[in-house]
Nanobody
């Protein structure tokens, strides 16, 4: 059974930083897509960032967030800098278990097969 577990959320002031961590167990994801989505109250789940052999980002976080992975640990990380109140949301880690293409950028919720329970990030004074 595959499990995906996030950690690292919390309360931070605007302009601050947080680092989210995600570890998967039960199978190896190698260079298959792993990523982060977020969902604010009353809004749809939004793509934040993902990584295969390279990282890619949603427009709202480009230049502020950095995604990385450690294949030996089956883990993915999200370094979030210059946080804004509009970054407040529950952040979900996701992993793709199906066949993947190295030339395709997976950004849709239905393109990922395994999900964590989410970790709350609140950006507020």
């Amino acid at each position: 059974q595959v499990q995906v577990v996030e950690s690292g959320g919390g309360l931070v002031q605007p302009g601050g930083s947080l680092r989210l961590s995600c570890t998967a167990s039960g199978r190896t994801f190698s260079t298959n897509a792993m990523g982060w989505f977020r969902q604010a109250p009353g809004k749809e789940r939004e793509f934040v960032a993902a990584i295969t052999w390279t990282g890619y980002y949603g427009d709202s976080v480009k230049g502020r967030f950095t995604i990385s992975r450690d294949n030996a640990k089956n883990a993915v990380y999200l370094q979030m800098n210059s946080l804004k109140p509009e970054d407040t949301a529950v952040y979900y880690c996701a992993a793709r278990g199906r066949y993947y293409s190295s030339s395709y950028y997976y950004k849709n919720v239905d393109e990922f097969d395994y999900w964590g329970q989410g970790t709350q990030v609140t950006v507020s004074i």
